[in-house]
């Protein structure tokens, strides 16, 4: 059903059941355009990692707790996977930063999500 003064919008809610569909009427002043989350250049969980890919992490929503202390350290920092991890979608990390994370800790396990390939590493693995 169209709307004659395009002032309102048509959506349909899924659920998990489609006996739960709901279709509701919305203004369209009480909407809001949602830009995309993923910048244009890839993201590490497009391909898969790989073994010596060079990675920017870019935030810091799926990795561990214990790393958000360090946020100001870590995002815009640039490192290379060094191995899968057993948990998947993690990746150990090596950071190619200072001293000042964790006591001197260059590694560190992070999601996928959180990185953006910068390059492919040498490693064929």
Known sequence: MAFADASMVR???EADRPSRRTVVD???HALARLSPPTPPSRRVSERGPRAGD???VVDLLHSHGRLQPYASVLI???G???RLT???GFVLVRLHIGDELMDGARRAVMHVDDLRVCGGGDSAT
């Open 11 to 13: 959506v349909e809610l």
């Open 26 to 28: 919305l203004p369209v």
């Open 54 to 56: 060079r990675v920017t």
């Open 76 to 78: 815009g920092a640039a």
């Open 80 to 82: 290379t996977v060094e």
């Open 86 to 88: 057993g948990r998947p």
